[in-house]
């Protein structure tokens, strides 16, 4: 079994920031990507940031210049770091992670529960 949580959502002003944890845990072999992606009330879920296992990252065009996605593999922790935050930001946050369990074993998605992101002044 792997479990995913989050932490560090809630509710901030406009121009604030905050930063999203995402902790894995269970019966890890190997972690492959991880990613966070974001849905808002009426719309399909996006992908926000994805940072591969030697920290290549890549952005949504809409976060990109704003937000960060670093990670530390000794901890099977993923980060985002959000500033410059917009209303249009508002979403559940999940964090997805590609990895192993075992040796050999194929790669499998797992997913967090969501942590809710509300911008609003």
């Known amino acids: 079994q792997v479990h995913l949580v989050e932490s560090g959502g809630g509710l901030v002003q406009p121009g604030g920031s905050l930063r999203l944890s995402c902790v894995a845990s269970?019966?890890?072999?190997?972690?492959?990507?991880m990613n966070w992606y974001r849905q808002a009330p009426g719309k399909q879920r996006e992908l926000v940031a994805t940072i591969s296992h030697d920290s290549y990252t890549n952005y949504g065009d809409s976060v990109k210049g704003r937000f960060t996605i670093s990670r530390d593999n000794a901890k099977h922790t993923v980060y985002l770091q959000m500033n410059s935050l917009k209303p249009e930001d508002t979403a559940t946050y999940y964090c997805?992670?590609?990895?192993?369990?075992?040796w050999g074993t194929g790669i499998s998605d797992y997913w967090g529960q969501g942590t809710q992101v509300t911008v609003s002044s």
């Open positions: 269970g019966s890890i072999f190997s972690i492959y990507d």
């Open positions: 997805n992670v590609r990895l192993t369990t075992g």
